[in-house]
């Protein structure tokens, strides 16, 4: 699993949606052992000031609901923060 994370936060390598798949569907599923360490890597996906790029591949690509509505809240957060920005600066 340490491997997929790895890859995934990996931006010189093409994203691999499968496990972001798989991943999501891990911190979904409340009796997977491995959920804990899955929702914390989804944090650290959230808070990469990267991740936003992949949106649009991963919504293209996934066939998992859980996974595009994920990639549709990195896309909030970075929103958010820039309208938080233009707040503050006036702009």
Same mark, same amino acid.
Request: with cysteine.
């Given at each position: 699993m340490e491997q997929a994370f790895a890859h995934l936060l990996d931006f010189s390598?093409?994203?691999?949606?499968k496990s972001l798949d798989q991943i999501?569907?891990?911190?979904?599923d409340g009796l997977n052992p491995n959920?804990?360490?899955a929702e914390a890597f989804l944090v650290e996906m959230t808070n990469h000031p990267e991740m936003w790029k992949r949106t649009d591949a991963?919504? *293209?690509? +996934?066939a998992s609901?859980?996974?595009a509505f994920f990639m549709l809240?990195?896309?909030?957060?970075?929103?958010?923060?820039?309208?938080?920005?233009? *707040?503050? +600066?006036?702009k």
């Open positions: 390598q093409p994203f691999d949606s999501c569907a891990m911190a979904a959920r804990q360490a991963v919504l *293209e690509t +996934t609901t859980l996974t809240q990195v896309l909030m957060v970075v929103v958010h923060m820039h309208l938080q920005y233009m *707040e503050r +600066t006036g």
